[in-house]
């Protein structure tokens, strides 16, 4: 089955305590992003990835960071956590026909 | 840069009428529009994709239409149930590129009662 998948699927962590959601794909797609979602103020992107090692800012990139060391796999990294990440992420997928495939979310809180 | 503006936040209709949702957007023009489902705290479901050149797109009980003079889209849902109850997003590409940078409104919640 086709599927993207993310964990943790919640996370309540505290300010500061550095945090990696992971993000995987079995569709071979070249192209991944991460999105945030929050009231009022809808989808925005964070980062996003063309291709193994090639990666680039979004709408809303401080404060994260991204690899892409092989095609499957595309982890958000926080550094540094703050109260004002605390959102839904998705991570997305862009099949052939410009469709993209989000993930199921992790709802991040930061105390 | 490119503004979408999804018409209502919230639409309340009853079970078998037609749902429409608009989409309109500014200051450049997209090569495609796309439209989403997206269920609480789920991620967003692709729903329909409609090209520049292309008027009308059907799919089942779906239609979109694209005016890029009007720079708009409209999305219907015919003979609409309650399982249609959701949040729906609209999506284009960022401009010069049809690769992967999308931006979505801020959706349009669809309440369908019996």
């Known amino acids: 089955e086709a599927q993207v998948t993310q964990n943790p699927r919640y996370l309540i962590t505290v300010t500061g305590k550095k945090l990696t959601v992971t993000c995987s794909q079995n569709?071979?797609?070249?192209?991944m992003s991460w999105y945030r979602q929050d009231p009022g103020l809808g989808l925005r992107q964070i980062y996003y990835?063309?291709?193994?090692?090639?990666?680039d800012k979004g709408d809303v990139p401080e404060g994260y960071k991204v690899s892409r060391k092989e095609k499957r796999n595309f982890p958000l990294i926080l550094e540094s956590p703050s109260p004002n990440q605390t959102s839904l992420y998705f991570c997305a997928t862009l099949g052939n026909t410009d469709t993209q495939y989000f993930g199921p979310g992790t709802r991040l809180t930061v105390l | 840069s490119q503004k979408i503006e999804q018409n209502s936040e919230a639409l309340n209709i009853q079970e078998g009428k037609t749902a429409t949702l608009t989409c309109n957007y500014t200051n450049y023009s997209p090569a495609y529009l796309q439209w989403y489902r997206q269920d609480p705290g789920r991620g967003p479901v692709f729903l329909l994709l409609?090209?520049?050149?292309?008027k009308e797109k059907r799919k089942e009980r779906l239609k979109v239409t694209f005016d890029t003079t009007l720079k708009q889209s409209l999305f219907h849902i015919t003979a609409s149930q309650p399982a249609d109850s959701a949040t729906y997003l609209c999506a284009l590409p960022s401009e010069g590129s049809t690769l992967g940078r999308l931006y979505f409104g801020r959706g349009t919640q669809l309440t369908v009662w019996p």
């Open positions: 569709m071979n797609h070249e192209y």
């Open positions: 409609i090209r520049e050149n292309e």
């Open positions: 990835s063309m291709n193994v090692e090639v990666t």
